[in-house]
């Protein structure tokens, strides 16, 4: 009888012991594969995401004039990104090509190629919104319109095309500088809206902008 006791109390401690201890907190762990090691990884990199001021215009003209500047800025940009698209072929192309008539050859193509697609549309621009794809056009090649047509054409084709456009007050020369430029800023507080709100495809610029100390300077000279 003591021993049927014994052996009732042991079966009692071992089915107490076999109760699911309480799960402790843990981070699901990921692992990467680089050159064949698995690496574990207890995090996720997210894309960076600019958070945006609220907008703040001090008279209702100056809301108009953004309003405006929007509208133009949306329609110009999608001919920069293009331009740059073309731009970025073309190099890749010469740079696999070795002789310098292939080079040559294969630059006029693209050169009439680009002044087809673009000609008659740009023909319905009106100053204002030629001069901001001058600028948008320095924003995704790095390079100012009138050194493009330098470059693809000649230096005096440059100068004419320069005079030309002067007559209109469009300067190809004019550079995209937003932390100098209040307008330049607000064109480029336009494109990030943009690409946040997927109305427009974003194309990174191909230089460095700093849009924080942008938005601090121009709150700061508005204030």
Excluded at 137 to 143: A, E, L, M, S
Excluded at 196 to 209: C, S, T, Y
Aim: net charge positive; charged share 30%.
């Amino acid at each position: 009888m003591k021993h049927l006791t014994y052996i009732v109390l042991f079966f009692s401690m071992v089915c107490s012991a076999q109760i699911d201890p309480v799960k402790q907190d843990s981070t699901e762990v990921h692992y990467m594969i680089i050159e064949g090691d698995s690496i574990p990884v207890t995090s996720i990199d997210l894309d960076e995401v600019l958070v945006l001021p609220n907008l703040n215009f001090k008279d209702r003209e100056a809301r108009i004039r953004y309003l405006v500047l929007k509208r133009k800025t949306l329609k110009v940009y999608p001919y920069a990104k293009l331009a740059a698209e073309r731009l970025k072929q073309l190099q890749n192309r010469l740079d696999n090509l070795e002789r310098k008539r292939d080079k040559k050859r294969y630059a006029k193509i693209i050169q009439n190629y680009i002044e087809d697609e673009f000609s008659a549309e740009l023909k319905k621009l009106t100053k204002t919104e030629g001069q901001i794809l001058v600028k948008l056009i320095h924003r995704q090649t790095g390079k100012t319109t009138f050194d493009l047509i330098r470059e693809l054409r000649s230096g005096w084709r440059a100068f004419w095309f320069n005079n030309t456009a002067s007559l209109f007050n469009i300067s190809l020369k004019r550079e995209f500088n937003p932390i100098e430029v209040q307008e330049d800023y607000l064109i480029e507080d336009i494109l990030q809206r943009a690409f946040q709100n997927e109305i427009l495809k974003r194309q990174e610029p191909a230089f460095d902008i700093d849009f924080y100390a942008c938005v601090n300077k121009w709150s700061e000279a508005k204030s």
